[in-house]
């Protein structure tokens, strides 16, 4: 290969390194503190797990008449949910022979990476790549499920189209238009449209989580699309 003067003497200045992608974001699992340092986290071995369900009540006691025996209440009902851990093991390989002349990235030509930059963005790359796949799987806990096809020894995720699909069992009525009691959706009109009643339907939604399991309705999650759809509704412009 043959190079021009000017190109073999011209000084080469690394100004630094920039990325053209923008990492997609942990906030789904920074809202239940279950992405990687999360503190909604408990650390144990084993591939599966479980927990015991043991529910509050809303029955109240039984009045008694004086001087009679104590009244004898059945004990609440223990029931346990069994799941397995989806697992993620990767590696990057780094040979030495690829490291010991390698300059750092967004650094001079002229040095080499004593600092092992290169390697701790790999750290850094590989990290984000876990951080990916638990955002994806928070994401699609919202959907109800997700799918894998099986490539070999590897598990290729996607929404929807995969050989395998993996529910999280949310029951029917708290997906799509949220017939969540049974007596009809809740979602019943389209944000789209600006006159939509978007704050009855939410009080709907928090009455119904109330009735079915005692706990309100705490965070609502939409897309920047959705958001447009909420700020433009004229019933929540009306709002005090």
Do not use: C
Request: positive net charge; charged residues 15%.
């Amino acid at each position: 290969m043959t190079y021009a003067i000017s190109q073999l003497l011209a000084p080469k200045t690394i100004l630094k390194a920039i990325s053209q992608l923008d990492l997609p974001g942990t906030s789904l699992q920074t809202l239940f503190g279950w992405g990687l340092g999360g503190t909604n986290i408990a650390r144990q071995g084993g591939r599966t797990f479980s927990y015991d369900v043991f529910n509050v009540t809303r029955k109240v006691a039984t009045g008694r008449v004086p001087a009679q025996a104590l009244a004898v209440a059945k004990p609440q009902a223990v029931r346990g949910v069994s799941a397995t851990f989806p697992r993620a093991a990767e590696k990057i390989s780094l040979l030495d022979e690829e490291l010991l002349n390698r300059r750092p990235i967004g650094g001079p030509d002229s040095g080499l990476d004593r600092s092992e930059v290169f390697v701790t963005r790999q750290e850094a790359y590989l990290a984000q790549r876990f951080a990916n796949l638990i955002e994806f799987q928070t994401a699609a806990m919202f959907r109800g499920q997700y799918s894998y096809t099986s490539d070999g020894d590897l598990l290729r995720h996607g929404f929807t189209g995969g050989d395998t699909t993996i529910a999280y069992q949310v029951p029917a009525g708290n997906l799509n238009q949220l017939d969540m009691l049974g007596t009809g959706n809740i979602l019943n009109a389209d944000w789209a449209t600006a006159g939509t009643d978007i704050p009855a339907q939410l009080h709907a939604i928090n009455a119904a989580m109330i009735q079915l399991t005692g706990m309100g309705l705490a965070h609502v999650i939409v897309t920047s699309a959705g958001w447009q759809k909420v700020v433009n509704n004229t019933k929540v412009q009306q709002q005090p």
